[in-house]
């Protein structure tokens, strides 16, 4: 997730160099959340006709896709490639094949034109500060992701009515959906304050305690949901 949230605050960052686990984790949790994009628009009943997407999908995807872009250029910079070398994807079939091979090769182990080798060790006289370097910065992430969610959840309780008002909906409707929404959500962010917890008893402690909220939190999701599909 580390890596996820550091190609995020180089929202637009197209210099330097990106290592392999940067782009590949960063990857693997924008697939991750656009598929959760993607359910709630079907869960929600937001779909757009035509087209099998809805507000929700379309939206983190046009987010993310600069951020996207901007992680596969650095990735490219750090096999000695220029980033316009991700325009290649546009051939059929070879293209995307080749585009795959320069993601998973691994960087060049010196300088480079485009910047300095990416890998946090060169930096730190052992591994320990690295982990503990990043760990403090995910720590520090996560709390501000957990606040930033809680004043989002405040947000979008209060623009139920304004939605419901302007859209005519059933307001039963509305706020189901919004407290399935939030209550999710909400039960992920608990259960992922375990990894601020320095004392590995506390924090084990913290996450068996999380993610018993969230495992509850989802089945009364979707007891809820299937009630009221008439199940």
Do not use: C
Not at 76 to 94: A, E
């Amino acid at each position: 997730m580390n890596w996820y949230l550091a190609a995020l605050q180089k929202y637009a960052d197209f210099n330097g160099r990106a290592r392999r686990k940067e782009y590949w984790f960063f990857t693997l949790f924008n697939v991750l959340f656009a598929i959760v994009a993607f359910v709630l628009d079907h869960v929600t009943g937001l779909v757009i006709a035509g087209i099998g997407y809805g507000p929700i999908y379309l939206f983190y995807a046009l987010a993310l896709f600069i951020p996207g872009l901007a992680v596969a250029v650095r990735r490219l910079h750090d096999v000695g490639k220029s980033g316009w070398m991700v325009l290649i994807s546009l051939i059929p079939l070879v293209g995307a094949i080749w585009l795959l091979i320069l993601m998973v090769t691994e960087g060049q182990p010196e300088e480079n034109e485009y910047g300095p080798v990416p890998k946090p060790t060169e930096h730190y006289e052992n591994t320990d500060d690295v982990i503990t370097t990043e760990r403090n910065g995910t720590a520090d992430n996560i709390l501000l992701i957990v606040v930033g969610w809680f004043l989002a959840s405040k947000i979008i309780w209060f623009f139920i009515p304004f939605i419901i008002e302007k859209t005519g909906g059933d307001i039963q409707t509305y706020y189901t959906f919004a407290s399935l929404f939030t209550q999710i959500i909400t039960a992920a962010t608990i259960t992922s304050l375990g990894y601020v917890v320095k004392n590995k008893t506390k924090q084990t402690v913290v996450y068996i305690v999380g993610a018993l909220y969230f495992v509850i939190t989802i089945a009364f999701t979707v007891i809820q949901y299937l009630e009221m599909e008439g199940w």
